[in-house]
């Protein structure tokens, strides 16, 4: 009952917005170091696809033995798959931003007229939807991020596993 009589702080109401500015933001970064990773992972998936469907395309018409021939064949198609299973894991994640007819009435009645305290603890709802956002985009990144890395490890050793093959068949 006096709870609900109680006025905010401004004080604290500033502070608790700072924090969740500062959540956010670490967060944002926290998304743009796993897009540099799913980045990276897919222009070596991309390199690693080109020469494999190139060369590997080449090599099987070599006679290796009927096993050497049925294992390499067996190995190309897997790490074909392996990696371009990858271009759907390493899609980019869609990102929530505050659509601009909000972002218009932030100049209008009656938000101009409220005080700053109401007006930060509508902003500080705001972030924290965002945050909450972000973190779940996160999480879904670095997931699909291991996946990525576990996808790439599977065509890289069959890719090196076709190499010993054709070494030891030649």
């Known amino acids: 009952h006096r709870l609900m009589e109680a006025r905010p702080n401004d004080e604290t109401v500033a502070e608790l917005l700072a924090m969740v500015r500062g959540m956010l933001d670490d ?6 170091g796993l897009d540099g990773k ?7 998936t991309g ?4 020469l494999t469907t190139t060369l590997g395309g080449e090599l099987l018409d ?4 009927d096993v ?17 299973a990858l271009v759907g894991v390493l ?21 101009i007229a409220k005080p ?35 996808g790439l490890a599977v065509g890289f050793v069959a890719v090196a596993t076709q190499a010993v093959t054709l070494g030891v068949a030649v």
């Open 27 to 32: 967060e944002r970064t926290r998304g743009q």
């Open 38 to 44: 799913s980045a990276t992972l897919a222009g070596f």
């Open 47 to 50: 390199t690693i696809l080109a």
């Open 62 to 65: 070599v006679d290796l033995g």
């Open 68 to 84: 050497g021939s049925a294992v390499f064949e067996c190995l190309y198609v897997l790490s074909v798959i392996a990696l371009v």
């Open 91 to 111: 899609r980019p994640q869609p990102r929530l931003a505050l659509a601009m007819d909000e972002i218009r009435r932030f100049s209008h009645f009656p938000l």
């Open 116 to 150: 700053p305290v109401e007006v930060q603890g509508t902003m500080m709802n705001t972030l924290i939807e965002a945050l909450a956002h972000e973190r779940a985009l996160n999480e879904r990144k670095a997931r699909l991020t291991r996946v990525a890395a576990v």
